[in-house]
Each structure stands twice: as C-alpha cells, then as structure tokens.
C-alpha cells in the first residue's frame, strides 16, 4: 500500500471524527442545520472514501480513476462542509461558490467512481 493511500485512509478517518463533533455540536444548538448537514456529507462520504480506496488499492476498480475519485470526495467534502461551518460559525463563506463547486467535486467523484468500476482491465 503505498503512502497515498494511507493519506486518504487518515482522511477518511478525520472526516468521520470531524462529522461525529459536528453531530454532537448540532444536537446542543438551537440553530445548527448547517452543523447537521455539514457532518451528514463528512460522515458519509468518509464512508465511501474508505470504500473507494479499498476497491483501488485492490485492483477492483482500475486504481488511477479510483484515486482521483478518492482526492475528488476529500476535496468535495471538505469544501461544502467547511463552507457550512464558516456560515456557521464565523458568519460568513469560505469563499465565493464554495460549497456549489464542493458539491459538484463530491457527484464528480461518484461519477469518476462509477467509471473506474467500469473501464477495462488491461490483459
């Protein structure tokens, strides 16, 4: 397993440990949908980054497609989700079209996903 991999497995480990405190956070706030949502994508997608670098690093899915899925689901989550807790808790966006282009990362990465599971093996 090579050191990407082990990257996006501790990626993946701190997207659920951040979605679980954000989950926590949302539960005592009167107004924390923004929390909730935030830690709903985090969790889940720290799942299906797990899944993905699994099927990579197995040979399931052709590995270079599946690694750019994988880097499209890090950055997608951690953009929508780090756009939610700005508005949250600094009021303001992280950036113009944050969480818009973090979602597009985020379906882009299951499509990417999708197409890894689907291109040829080579002989």
Known sequence: MTALWRILIALAGLMGAAGVALAAKAAHDAD??????????LLFHACAL????ALAERGIV????????AIGLVLGAALFSGDLMMRQFAGDRLFPFA?????????????VLALAALWPRRA
Do not use: Q, Y
């Not at 924390?32 to 994508?41: C, I, K, N, Q, V």
């Not at 052709?62 to 899925?69: P, V």
């Open 50 to 53: 797990l899944g993905t670098v």
């Open 32 to 41: 924390a949908a923004r929390l909730a949502t935030a830690s709903t994508m």
């Open 62 to 69: 052709a590995r270079r497609i599946g690694l750019l899925a």
């Open 99 to 111: 969480a818009p282009t973090g979602g597009m990362l985020l379906i882009g990465g299951w499509l």
